[in-house]
């Protein structure tokens, strides 16, 4: 038996466990977005330097492919940082999952335990007498099985006497 103090302390516990996720989640987005805010201002560039080059500028050709890679690795880098939030996000949900069904597991082990604590000394003893009379149980029952076993060797063998009996018995009436 599980009070409610004890499910209220553990429902407690894993919503503040959820909250945190959520805070860590829209931290997570945040900075997504900031990646994709540096990601257009990149992109602004890019269009800029491309307009540039179409004019004729060879000097201003090498800042227009370097602004191009860049734009690749911030891209490259968004994904990656996208791929990685969505990993924590599923590894962080299978945690949650994961400590709340141990958590759950646990209140179920010592539910009996905590059961027991809160009986009187008269139910206590009765659980006990209980224990110990099942263990007689068993034992009784290995003693009726032994017996049982001992019975059935014991005819077997009283059958195999009496007809030995009856067979030295046919062969005197025959002589």
Known sequence: VVTRDDVEESLKG????????EQ????????????EQRFSVKQAERDYWLEYKNVGSKIQANKIMNLEKDIKQVKD???RATEYYRNALKATKEENDRLVEMHTKLCKEQAPENAIR??????????????????????????????????????????????????????????
């Open 24 to 35: 860590l989640l829209k931290d997570l987005h945040s900075q997504i977005e900031e990646t």
């Open 14 to 21: 894993v919503w503040q466990y959820v909250k945190d996720e």
């Open 77 to 79: 880098d968004h994904h």
């Open 118 to 175: 809160y009986l009187d000394k008269n139910s206590r003893r009765e659980i006990k007498e209980n224990e110990w009379l099942k263990e007689e149980v068993k034992v009784y029952q290995k003693e009726v099985s032994d017996l049982k076993a001992s019975i059935q060797l014991l005819e077997e063998e009283n059958i195999s006497l009496v007809a030995k009996l009856i067979d030295s018995r046919l062969q005197n009436l025959r002589v």
